[in-house]
């Protein structure tokens, strides 16, 4: 009891906002983000459908090809293809994608179309910097931005990207890590908080009952299901999104 009222004078004092990140450190110890080596991809292709309150409006394919040797390290080659129609418009998506073997992005290029609207961007890392470009229609726009060390590249709503980082590391339950993100569609870097359940959830793959691993991003109101590595559900909880794997019931 006594602990409960310290906590509550705290709160007076600090701010609700730093209450919260007591409780946080506390309920929740920061794992610093230390990438291991990826396994091998060779191979791996997955495959989603897009849900917008509760209605399929598109799918998603994430592929990676064979890796090489590149200047002294192994680059994996990957792509995706999203095809969406939001609100009577045809979207469509497709990526380009270059990593190393510890998740650090090589390169990034993307054509989309949304109705007659063509966009493109391409994304080119070297050096702890990254020169991104940006096109549409007849502007376009440039910058080069300095990176911290183990950048990663991410696409709120591209699975594929989100499935990489948890598969090069491991998210453990009850922690939480902080990472710097390259978004590309942003232009920008962002430093992302990734809280993770202290309980799994089961979801059903291919009507088997499975323990999941939820993550979740709290400034993006995103929550992520893991299940032996793989992403199985993607989940917009501000914009009721779902992005989910073919074998979940």
């Known amino acids: ?36 080596q990826l396994p091998n991809l060779k191979g791996l292709q997955r495959e989603y459908g897009y849900f917008r309150l509760g209605e399929r409006v598109g799918n998603y394919t994430f592929w990676v090809e064979d890796g090489e040797e590149k200047a002294g390290g192994f680059v994996y080659s990957s792509g995706s293809r999203t095809s969406v129609v939001a609100d009577g418009t045809d979207i469509e998506l497709v990526t380009l994608y270059s990593l190393d073997e510890f998740l650090s992005p090589v390169e990034y290029r993307l054509n989309a179309t949304l109705g007659e609207e063509r966009q493109y961007i391409e994304d080119l ?90 993550a979740r991003v709290p400034d993006l109101n995103l929550v992520f299901h893991i299940y032996g590595g793989d992403l199985v559900l993607m989940e917009d909880t501000g914009r009721e999104i779902k992005i989910s794997d073919t074998r979940v019931s």
Not at 3 to 13: D, P, R
Not at 20 to 32: A, R
Not at 139 to 156: F, R
Request: with cysteine; charged share 25%; proline share 6%.
């Open 1 to 36: 009891m006594r602990k409960i009222w310290i906590l509550a004078i705290m709160g007076v004092i600090l701010g609700g906002a730093a209450l919260v990140e007591i409780w946080l450190s506390i309920s929740y110890p920061l794992v610093e983000y230390r990438p291991s």
């Open 125 to 214: 890392f070297s050096a702890g910097e990254v020169v991104a470009t940006s096109r549409v229609e007849n502007s376009s726009a440039e910058l080069t931005k300095d990176l911290p060390e183990n950048t990663v590249l991410l696409d709120s709503y591209m699975p594929g990207h989100w499935e990489l980082l948890f598969r090069v590391f491991t998210p453990a339950r009850g922690k939480r890590f902080r990472v710097n993100a390259f978004i590309p569609q942003m232009m920008d870097l962002a430093r992302l908080e990734i809280v993770v359940d202290k309980k799994p959830k089961t979801l059903l793959l291919d009507d088997t009952p499975c323990e999941c691993t939820v």
